[in-house]
């Protein structure tokens, strides 16, 4: 906590960054759904609950680790990281838990802003409250597990750029921030079920805006733990690979 509260000018970068993008999709989408009326079944309003939701979010369950991977194997700083008795994974969550703790009330007064300004439709029903935080904790964990052992390509390459920027354009699309899931065409839908960017972002926005069934919304969450159940695994075996071939190249 005190490391993050000494950037505090990078704080306020981190977070315009966090609030533009999504802010952009909801005013493109909140004028043309005004222009034709509705888009697929949402209003301006609808969108607006979409993207104000999914700026929350976003904002949980992001990370940044696979930009900094690269650099601790190439300055061979994680050398340090190894010398330690506790997993370097720990170190990262801390950090990740910490900004959202710092960051996620100025977030909140920028939804309640944005709330104001568009006028969002919320259907919220009690069982999709109550299955929210789960879904939300699991989303947090599986796009942290999963992008930590992405990162781990740096053990491999000493340039991962290419490999997070193609991770993060296929995010854009199946997890549903650049758009709802229900607008892009079936075969993309199909794709973003079996694929985990859904479950990371996409299905808490849709279960706490009361657009799932029960039964969808159980099914979420069973596919939620199976996607937690795999990126554990692939940590464990990607990091024992990885440092297995891991040598400092850096001062």
């Avoid at 950090?95 to 802003?113: E, G, H, Q, R, Y």
């Avoid at 940590?235 to 400092?248: E, F």
Wanted: proline fraction near 4%; include cysteine.
């Amino acid at each position: 906590m005190a490391s993050m509260l000494q950037y505090r000018a990078a704080l306020v970068i981190w977070l315009t960054w966090h609030i533009m993008e999504p802010l952009v999709y909801l005013i493109v989408w909140s004028i043309v759904s005004r222009t034709q009326g509705s888009v697929g079944g949402f209003t301006s309003r609808d969108f607006a609950a979409y993207f104000i939701i999914l700026m929350l979010v976003n904002h949980v369950t992001f990370t940044w680790i696979m930009y900094e991977y690269e650099y601790r194997i190439r300055k061979g700083s994680l050398s340090f990281a190894l010398l330690k008795p506790v997993h370097p994974i720990h170190s990262d969550l801390a950090d990740n838990a910490s900004f959202k703790l710092i960051t996620m009330p100025a977030m909140l007064v920028v939804a309640a802003c944005l709330a104001l300004l568009f006028h969002p439709t919320f259907s919220l029903t009690s069982w999709a409250a109550a299955l929210f935080i789960p879904a939300l904790v699991l989303a947090f964990f599986i796009r942290f597990t999963l992008e930590w052992t992405l990162a781990q390509a740096a053990f491999w390459t000493t340039r991962v750029s290419a490999v997070n920027q193609m991770y993060f354009t296929v995010m854009l699309f199946l997890s549903g921030q650049i758009a709802p899931l229900e607008l892009l065409p079936a075969p993309i839908q199909i794709v973003a079920k079996v694929l985990p960017f859904r479950w990371t972002v996409g299905f808490p926005v849709e279960l706490l805006l009361g657009r799932l069934t029960l039964s969808a919304a159980l099914t979420g969450l069973a596919a939620q733990m199976a996607w937690l159940f795999v990126s554990l695994i692939l940590v464990r075996i990607v990091w024992r690979a990885g440092v297995r071939t891991y040598s400092a190249v850096g001062a």
